[in-house]
Structure formats: structure tokens, C-alpha cells
């Protein structure tokens, strides 16, 4: 009856192989149960409730795209949305979590309707590829930097960034992390980010760094998030540039992940991704349900491609991961040991687990601009001013800002213009008259 629903025989696989490959995707990605609650919780939000909205969101999001799409694509929390959601909105804006979560909700919303419109991948291609690729090294560098800040590798010197005190326990720590982290990906072992998460938490246990707590526990309560989030508040702050940067990001996101995973599993024959709008549409759910739950988007992972490799080609592989989710509930007390980070003597706060994998993950995007034409001023400069704009102004939105404007200026004055396209009018137009009519 399995067989039959996700059509093993047709996709050349069988029940073994996708419970492997369900089971691989969730060791490359399940990083993110620790690292979730660590960064929404430096926005006030709670930390045991953003584990579990975490993890229900990735569940939820995951098996719809396994029953409904029958795609081995698993999705959760996004890298680079959470940080956008904390360090620029809450934190930037001073806008409290509950409207930000009602921003997401929103921007949720409007995914779905662009999905079944079918508009989507459209929007996509109507944004410039060095654009893009600007923007993707920049959240990039940005998720990097903040993990070498949370790290104490480097530490903020007055209004400067300088170098931390590496004799410090805790950073020594999180350079152990951040080598052993890099070793296993050089060796190509599967899941090493979440392998040197677990292996550098050992080493703080046993030295002393980081205290015991326990490794199976009750599962904590979702109450502090489920169902706060301000949909009516987010409106009336008028904060429609965070929504669209949230619309922008999973866009990118979603259809990038779809692209990469549809090619690694072969999904993808004569340019054509049968069904890709049940793929757009179920990550569109996940955002929907992720904002319920209380968690920033969920998104597609390209670390799917892992599952895909050792054989995955169904979605009862994304039905595995989903499950896998799930049990992690019982691990809250292992997680909440090495994600809500360790008071220092400065009175500073590092996180010498989750830091180093940020790192990890930085590095991992980065490497988008190498798409970018360098040869030609008019595309490099506007992905170089995104790249370095979004790290440089601690802000994703300011960073896509100045890509979005500059591509439209120099397009337009270099006798370039008809490069442009609505999109892309529209977009840098509305920038310029936030920066002009807006403070924020």
C-alpha cells in the first residue's frame, strides 16, 4: 500500500532506501533544533517553546510535502530568515516578536496565493541572477559574522569589531567546534555539522564549560508562542518592507532548494519539475503553520540532497524526517543545555556550540558569488553592495535595499534600461520612497 501511494516501483527505489534516506536528511539538517531557539530567543521569545514550535512547524511542513507533494524534500525554519527576524526586526526595529510573527503569517499568506497562481517561479527569474547570488553571499557573510561575534572569536570594541580574547575558555571551545565541524565536512561525513555540535557539547561537559543537564526530558510547553501572533499589529506598524523582505527571502529559498534537489534526483526532465507547484505550495503551508506555532519561515533545505543521494526519491523518505522531528521533542533537555549559551565573566553571553555551526553554514553560502558577472559594473557592483551592504549595516533588508537601487540606477543611466523589468522597477522604486518617506 506505501509502495503503491509513492510509487517506489516507478521511481526505482523501495522501502528500505527511503527510510535511509529520511533518516540522512534528518541528521544534515536537525543542526537547526539547536540553533533555532538559540537565535529567536535572543529576541525575547521563549526558548523551550521555539524548540517545540520548531519542531512541529518542520514536521508538519515536512510530511505535507511528502504526502502531497511526493517529493523526499524536507523543510523548516529558514537560515538567514531567523536572523533577519531577530537582529533586524526585533532587535534593529524595536518591533516586539508577536507583530513580527504576524508578519511572517502575512507574508505566509501571500506565498500561498502566489503558489496557486502559479506566479511564483515568474517573480524568480524577473530578479537579476547576480542579484540574487549578491544577496545569498551576503545572508551568507552575515549568518558567518554572527557567529564569530556569538563565539567571542571577535568581540565589538566600542563601535569597531576587534579581536576576542581566544584564551578564554569558552572561545577556545568554540574553535575546538569550529575545526572539528570543518574536519568532518573536508572527510565528507554525513551530518557533520550536528556530529560537531554533539562532539564539541562532550568536550565542554567534560570540561567543565558546559554543565550537565540531562539528555531526555519532558517536552516543554508551546503556550508562550502558539496562536501570539499580532496579524492586526503588524499591519498597523506598517512594517510592509519586513514582509516583503520575508515574501523575497523564501522565494529565493524555496524555488533555489526546488531547482538543486530537483536536478540532484533527476526529478527535473526536459526543464520541466513535474508538480512543482505542490512543492511551492506545501512550503507556503509550512510558513503559514511555522507563524502559528511561533517560529520564524520554514523553508525548503537544500540539505535534502543528502537524502536524495544515498537513494531518496520519494516522500515517504520526507514522512521519515518528519517523524524524526517529532521525536526530538524528548530531547529538550540536551538541547536547551547547549543552545541557551554561557554567561561569561564579561558578562557577555557566547554560545560555543551553536556559534562555530553558524560559521559552517556561512561558509556554505557564500559561494553564490561566484555567479556573479564581474566583468560587467552595472550587475557586479549591485551584488557586491547587497553582499557587503547586508553584514556591513547588521540589516538583510538595508543590504537587498542597496542592491535593488543601484541595479536600477546604473541600468538606467548607462543606457542599460532595457535590462530592467517590472520587477525589478517596482521593487527599487519602492526602496527608494521607504528610504525617502520612512525612518524605518
Request: aromatic share 12%.
Amino acid at each position: 500500500m506505501i509502495e503503491k501511494y509513492f510509487k517506489f516501483r516507478e521511481r526505482g527505489t523501495d522501502l528500505k532506501t527511503e527510510i535511509i534516506a529520511g533518516i540522512t536528511t534528518f541528521i544534515t539538517m536537525a543542526y537547526i533544533i539547536f540553533v533555532q531557539p538559540a537565535v529567536l530567543s535572543q529576541g525575547g521569545m521563549d526558548f523551550g517553546a521555539v524548540m517545540v514550535a520548531t519542531c512541529f512547524s518542520s514536521a508538519i511542513a515536512t510530511l505535507i510535502m511528502g504526502l502531497y507533494a511526493n517529493y523526499p524534500i524536507a523543510l523548516a525554519p529558514g537560515m538567514g530568515e531567523n536572523f533577519y527576524f531577530v537582529y533586524t526586526v526585533i532587535l534593529g526595529m524595536g518591533i516586539a516578536w508577536q507583530k513580527v510573527l504576524g508578519a511572517v503569517f502575512i507574508s505566509g499568506i501571500l506565498f500561498i496565493i502566489l503558489s496557486l497562481w502559479k506566479v511564483r517561479e515568474k517573480l524568480v527569474e524577473n530578479v537579476p541572477s547576480s542579484l540574487q547570488c549578491g544577496i545569498a553571499g551576503g545572508i551568507g557573510l552575515f549568518i558567518a559574522l554572527i557567529g564569530f561575534i556569538q563565539s567571542g572569536i571577535v568581540q565589538k570594541g566600542g563601535v569597531v569589531l576587534t579581536m576576542g580574547n581566544i584564551y578564554q575558555k569558552e572561545v577556545i571551545l568554540s574553535i575546538i567546534g569550529l575545526i572539528i565541524m570543518g574536519t568532518l565536512m573536508a572527510l565528507k561525513v554525513k551530518g557533520n555539522i550536528l556530529i560537531g555540535m554533539i562532539i564539541t557539547a562532550i568536550i565542554g561537559i567534560c570540561s567543565g564549560i558546559i554543565k550537565y543537564e540531562g539528555i531526555i526530558g519532558k517536552i516543554p510547553s508551546i503556550a508562550p508562542t502558539f496562536m501570539k501572533l499580532d496579524v492586526i499589529g503588524a499591519l498597523r506598524e506598517g512594517i510592509f518592507t519586513v514582509i516583503f523582505v520575508f515574501l523575497f527571502m523564501d522565494l529565493f529559498d524555496t524555488v533555489g532548494t526546488a531547482i538543486g534537489v530537483g536536478e540532484a534526483g533527476g526529478f527535473i526532465k526536459n526543464g520541466k519539475f513535474p508538480k512543482v507547484e505542490r512543492v511551492l505550495l506545501s512550503d507556503a503551508v509550512g510558513t503559514v503553520v511555522g507563524a502559528i506555532f511561533g517560529t520564524s519561515t520554514v523553508t525548503s533545505y537544500i540539505e535534502s540532497a543528502s537524502g536524495i543521494s544515498v537513494g531518496g526519491r520519494t516522500g515517504f523518505a520526507s514522512v521519515i524526517t518528519a517523524v524524526l522531528f517529532l521525536l526530538s521533542l524528548f530531547f529538550y533537555p540536551f538541547v536547551k543545555m547547549i543552545g541557551t549559551g554561557i554567561q561569561t565573566v564579561g558578562g557577555i553571553t557566547l554560545y560555543p556550540v551553536t556559534a562555530p555551526a553558524l560559521i559552517i553554514v556561512g561558509s556554505l553560502i557564500i559561494p553564490t558569488i561566484r555567479k556573479i558577472k564581474w566583468d560587467d559594473p552595472t550587475e557586479s557592483i549591485p551584488a557586491f553592495l547587497s553582499f557587503v551592504g547586508i553584514p556591513f549595516t547588521y540589516n538583510i533588508g538595508e543590504g537587498i535595499a542597496f542592491g535593488f537601487i543601484s541595479y536600477f540606477l546604473l541600468k538606467l543611466f548607462t543606457g542599460k534600461y532595457r535590462n530592467l523589468n517590472p520587477v525589478v522597477i517596482i521593487v527599487a522604486v519602492a526602496f527608494i520612497l521607504r528610504f525617502i518617506l520612512l525612518k524605518n
